[in-house]
């Protein structure tokens, strides 16, 4: 059953235009991004492609792009059109302010995956890691769950820190007993007949045992369909959760001197051509 208005996600994209002129892979971002709570997960297989690709077919299309398929989302736009001029950020950026200003690109799909993790009633450092796991993906989409971790280990416990590192790689294995299921999307994104790389399926193994492997957990159960149509979800909904989970530098973020301002340097200053 398809529960899924493919009309309405067309329009909302801007038509079927604009949809033919996004790749595969714009159009699967958009997709991740538009699935709510209701929609089953074959609905959105076939609403993605018909078929998904294989390994081999995805590989294949890596000469045809400009850009490689790690980039970070607000670093190319992949429509083929221009990035946009970004806004001066306060002279102490604190981490609500990055959110708002410029991590956009993954923000509306970590507020609202925060949201839900809270409506569940989770724990509010689940809440918090919910809130910040995928913040990384505007620098690098390869190895996110690692760039993210590192860009909020020094500001954050050690329980969210694991969270968010290893959320990325529990996405590659379904947990039935926690509701978690392996995501149709990623057959159209990673190859119908991909297997996760040794290190990763060591990577799972050891989480697994580890008496943490509930948090990153959660993080997957909340994040697969967190965007519901309509539901606006705000930063300031979260400046609580904020300030019991998050050691704001008084500096301002990336100019604390730790181990990780560069990248928060590199955030606020993306157009920097060094
Ligand atoms: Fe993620
Ligand atoms: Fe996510």
């Not at 930063?235 to 609580?240: A, I």
């Amino acid at each position: 059953m398809i529960h899924i208005d493919r009309r309405a996600f067309i329009a909302s994209l801007g038509g079927a235009t604009a949809v033919a002129a996004m790749s595969a892979e714009a159009r699967a971002d958009a997709l991740e991004n538009y699935l709510s709570v209701s929609i089953s997960t074959a609905a959105a297989a076939a609403a993605t492609v018909q078929r998904a690709p294989t390994v081999a077919e995805l590989e294949a299309q890596i000469p045809t792009r400009n850009y490689r398929r790690g980039v970070g989302n607000g670093l190319v736009n992949k429509d083929g059109g221009n990035v946009a001029l970004l806004p001066p950020l306060p002279e102490k950026p604190t981490l609500a302010d990055f959110i708002r200003l410029r991590l956009q690109s993954n923000a509306e799909h970590c507020l609202q995956s925060a949201r839900l993790a809270r409506i569940k009633n989770m724990d509010e450092d689940i809440v918090f890691a919910c809130l910040v796991h995928d913040l990384s993906l505007s620098l690098m989409r390869a190895e996110h769950g690692f760039w993210s971790a590192q860009m909020f280990e020094p500001y954050v416990s050690e329980k969210v820190t694991f969270a968010v590192r290893h959320h990325a790689t529990l996405r590659f294995f379904p947990d039935k007993d926690a509701g978690y299921e392996y995501p149709e999307l990623y057959r159209s994104m990673f190859g119908s007949d991909y297997v996760p790389p040794p290190h990763q399926q060591a990577e799972y193994q050891w989480v697994r045992k580890h008496r943490w492997y509930m948090a990153p957990r959660l993080v997957t159960v909340n994040d697969l369909y967190s965007f519901e149509p309509g539901v606006k979800v705000s930063v300031d909904d979260f400046t609580d959760v904020i300030g019991r989970h998050f050691r704001q530098p008084k500096e301002g973020l990336g100019f604390d001197g730790s181990p990780v301002a560069h990248i928060w340097r590199t955030a606020a200053w993306p157009d920097s051509p060094l």
